[in-house]
């Protein structure tokens, strides 16, 4: 499950690596399973995780130009999944087949670092405004906005909306989208970005820029979404709030993808030169060996020059340069040192637990 409910104020948390690969498709009871259409279906569920682009995936797929979903099944199962136990298929694509499919058909990848979301979201329920979170009725309205934040591999956090939380942020707060003073209040959680969303109904589809056309009951959700150099918002309805959720996530996924997903590059693409200084322990060597071999934009991490002063590494990353930067600068390991690039060397990089302990 992607939405993480935190159990204390003291949990550091940093960019999420995902498992895009995997799908899960409900199956109801007695239903007899057309496993070329499943696999299909699924292979489409993957594709928008991995590329963040739902809307070329489903043109694709509208246009039957996925290719075959068969030959990229390395696992299929059925499990359970909620508390309704809901039977599910759970299908599981090969990583390298898939990430080729990806190329072939021209979609971005989104490297599988994925930011945090905190999560502050208010619902009018007839003018009783509450926190989504604080109500004994609510696990639904959770579960509905982890399954679609799941679906598109969306990292997701809650606060635990405690006396702290309380006392920092207001239902005001969150309802008139005031993210710069929520974020203050959030820093205790050290996510990568802060979301804030209002639920309400409205009758009729009238908005600011067109007419209402229809007197049916809708659901609607206003999302604003802070993080490092951006803001964003939009606005999702739907004949239920599961609907509206679900569009909204799917606005997200896509805005997200735009922002972070890179087109592969071409083989042949020259090795990410970079240089890491505060590197004095052997423990130290092997923990950034690990997290870079362990970057899912990165296909090796090979030392070139070790010295008492710094490392370089030379990196095969298919997403080149800048896809291998945002992966990097997506997670809190290595941090960026702004300054005169030596020659030879794309990036250089400090080790941050480095910076922390002085010298």
């Known amino acids: 499950m992607l939405l993480v409910l935190l159990a204390g ?3 550091t948390v940093r960019a999420e690596t995902v498992d895009a690969f995997v799908a899960r498709l409900p199956v109801a009871d007695g239903e007899q399973l057309d496993l070329d259409a499943a696999f299909e279906q699924a292979l489409e569920q993957v594709l928008v995780k991995l590329s963040g682009s739902p809307e070329q995936v489903a043109l694709l797929a509208e246009l039957d130009g996925l290719g075959a979903a068969g030959p ?31 190329t072939e058909l021209g979609l971005p990848i989104w490297p599988l ?5 905190l999560v502050w979201a208010v619902i009018d ?7 989504l979170g604080s109500g004994a009725d609510d696990e639904e309205i959770l579960q509905l906005l982890t399954d679609a934040a799941e679906v598109r591999a969306i990292p997701l956090l809650l606060p635990l909306l405690d006396l702290e939380d309380l ?49 049916r009951e809708q659901w609607a959700t206003r999302w604003v979404v802070r993080g490092d150099g951006f803001y964003e918002r939009w ?45 004095r322990q052997p423990a130290e060597y092997s923990q950034v060996l ?39 600068d997506r997670g809190r390991t290595l941090q ?21 302990g002085g010298g």
């Open 9 to 11: 104020p003291w949990l």
């Open 72 to 102: 990229l099944v390395i696992q299929r199962g059925f499990v359970t999944g909620g508390e309704s136990e809901q039977r599910l298929l759970e299908v599981r694509f090969s990583e390298a087949a898939t990430r080729q499919r990806l």
């Open 113 to 117: 670092e994925r930011p945090t979301t």
């Open 125 to 131: 329920r007839g003018g009783d405004r509450s926190f």
């Open 167 to 215: 006392r920092q942020v207001s239902i005001t707060d969150v309802w008139g989208g005031f993210v710069d003073a929520v974020r203050q209040a959030s820093d205790r959680y050290e996510p990568n970005q802060v979301m804030l969303i209002r639920a309400f109904k409205v009758v009729g589809n009238a908005g600011a820029f067109r007419p209402r056309t229809t007197d």
């Open 235 to 279: 606005e999702s309805r739907g004949a239920d709030l599961a609907e509206s959720i679900n569009r909204g996530m799917a606005e997200m996924a896509g805005r997200m993808g735009r922002r972070f997903a890179v087109i592969p590059e071409l083989e042949g693409t020259p090795a990410v030169q970079i240089r890491v200084y505060g590197i």
């Open 290 to 328: 690990k997290y870079l071999a362990e970057l899912s934009v990165v296909n090796s991490a090979d030392p070139v020059t070790v010295t008492p002063d710094y490392v370089d590494f030379s990196i095969d990353s298919p997403a080149g340069l800048s896809g291998f930067t945002q992966a990097v």
């Open 336 to 356: 960026a040192l702004a300054g005169r690039v030596p020659a030879g060397v794309d990036r250089v990089y400090q080790l941050a637990t480095a910076g922390r």
